[in-house]
Structures are given as C-alpha cells and as structure tokens.
C-alpha cells in the first residue's frame, strides 16, 4: 500500500461513504485524525485532550470510546504509548490487516527498542 496525499483524501472518501454506521463522535474523532495525519504515512499523535478540542467532546471517556470503537471498525490503528511517548494514531481500511501496512508494525517495533 502506498502513502502520499491522494491516499488519505481516498481514506476520507470512504470514511465518508462507509462510515455512516459509526457514532457521531467516532465519526467526529475520526475526522480530527484525519486533520492532523501526515501525509507521509498517516500517523498523527494528538493527545485526548487535543482531540477533544478539536472535536468539541466534553468527555474524555466519550473520545477514548469513540477510538476504541474507529479501532473495532478498521478505521485507525492505535498504539497508546507509554508515559514517556503519545499515543499514535494510523489511518486505515477496515478491510485492510496490519501485514499489509508495514510501517505501523516497523514503527511500533523501533518504539520498544
């Protein structure tokens, strides 16, 4: 799979489409990530706190819901980091498994190195 800026306007395009089955502030949280990935390889790492700025949530179980449940879908990967280290954020397909986007995997591996 291939990254670059087409690609996550692709990924907006079907979270748009095909996303109509998530809650209203998942469909929110995925949008805010969507805002903040790079374009290199779709990584963003906002805190809860950020997200629910730009989102607006109030609650700050409401967003870590709403991650859980873009995770769930396929929407996002996500790695919560460590008390040193942010949480990290992946856009993804739902039909795509972790093998086929390897530099999550190459990431998260050099992270506990």
């Known amino acids: 799979m291939t990254t670059s800026k087409d690609g996550r306007y692709t990924w907006l395009n079907s979270f748009r489409d095909k996303g109509e089955k998530l809650s209203a502030p998942a469909t929110l949280v ?3 990530l969507f805002s903040r990935a790079d374009e290199k390889d779709w990584k963003c790492f906002p805190s809860i706190p950020l997200i629910m700025r730009d989102t607006r949530i109030k609650s700050a179980r409401t967003v870590h819901r709403s991650i859980a449940e873009l995770v769930a879908a396929g929407w996002i990967t996500y790695d919560p980091g460590d008390s040193r280290t942010n949480n ?3 856009l993804t397909y739902p039909d795509l498994v972790e093998q086929e986007m390897p530099y999550v995997e190459q990431e998260r591996s050099e992270e506990h190195t």
């Open 30 to 32: 995925g949008y805010a």
């Open 88 to 90: 990290r954020y992946w």
